[in-house]
């Protein structure tokens, strides 16, 4: 039986998830420049450490309006074999440990309200949904 680790966060009432072998460390907010003429998910760029990475607001990316930044709101940067960047998200991101078998690719119990091209599957059980990085960090999901 394969495992898997997931870091969780929330956006209104659901839960969300991604792989954690894709999430390189979960920074505090800060500074966000806006650049013209890129995708409206993406907020601007943050310098971390030297390096500039885009910032995708989560919330907008999965269709839910806008992040709203407060006390509690994280950078969770995420890199695949692309891209590399930092994923907005409201609520402090925590990890849980699953069985890669929990995790159907179509939901029959409960509907999520995203766009499943952004979905890899989801965990019933724990009313969990497991975002594919690979398609948020891409311009058109695709």
Do not use: C, W
């Not at 966060?9 to 998830?17: A, V, W």
């Not at 309006?65 to 969770?76: D, F, L």
């Not at 409960?110 to 890899?120: A, C, R």
């Amino acid at each position: 039986m394969a495992e898997i680790d997931l870091v969780v966060f929330k956006i209104k009432t659901e839960l969300y998830s991604l792989d954690i072998s894709f999430v390189k460390e979960v920074v505090e907010l800060r500074p966000i420049v806006p650049v013209p003429e890129t995708p409206e998910f993406i907020l601007g760029v943050i310098n971390l450490r030297g390096e500039v990475l885009p910032v995708i607001d989560i919330k907008k990316r999965l269709g839910f309006g806008n992040v709203h930044a407060e006390i509690n709101s994280k950078i969770i940067i995420v890199e695949n074999d692309r891209y590399k960047a930092g994923l907005l998200v409201e609520s402090l991101p925590y990890v849980i440990h699953s069985d890669t078998e929990k995790i159907k690719p179509e939901p029959t119990t409960i509907q999520p309200k995203v766009d499943m091209d952004l979905v890899s599957g989801v965990i019933e059980e724990d009313f969990l949904v497991v975002l594919d990085i690979d398609r948020i960090l891409t311009r058109s999901g695709q």
